[in-house]
């Protein structure tokens, strides 16, 4: 009956373990972005523009995701763009109203 029980709590783990994502590399953070975009992109001129933040020293390549949330580690689900970005972020948000350096991820 034992053998049953950890066979059957060891399967469980092993399944949790698979369908949560790695964790994200060491100074970024996996979010959930509504705007994933360069400077250039009308939404997010007009997101840093209401929110007093400047823009201009931030490379023209550069993908910036806006108006993100945490992604935690289980429960992953985004309607939107899940994203990894540098932890770099500008505006007051816990998830930053605007995040640098961000990379498309699949969940």
């Known amino acids: 009956m034992f053998s049953k029980l950890s066979l059957i709590a060891a399967s469980l783990l092993v399944t949790l373990a698979a369908a949560a994502p790695p964790p994200p590399p060491l100074g970024t953070q996996n979010l959930c972005c509504i705007v994933v975009a360069n400077k250039s992109n009308p939404v997010v001129q007009g997101i840093a523009v209401g929110a007093s933040v400047d823009l201009s020293m931030i490379p023209s390549d550069m993908m910036l995701g806006a108006e993100c949330t945490l992604l935690t580690v289980?429960?992953?689900?985004?309607?939107n763009t899940p994203v990894n970005?540098?932890?770099?972020?500008?505006g007051a948000q816990p998830a930053g109203l605007i995040n640098l350096g961000c990379v498309p991820i699949t969940l």
């Not at 289980?74 to 309607?79: F, K, V």
């Not at 970005?85 to 500008?90: A, I, K, R, V, Y």
Request: one cysteine or more.
């Open 74 to 79: 289980l429960g992953n689900t985004c309607s």
């Open 85 to 90: 970005c540098d932890s770099n972020q500008l």
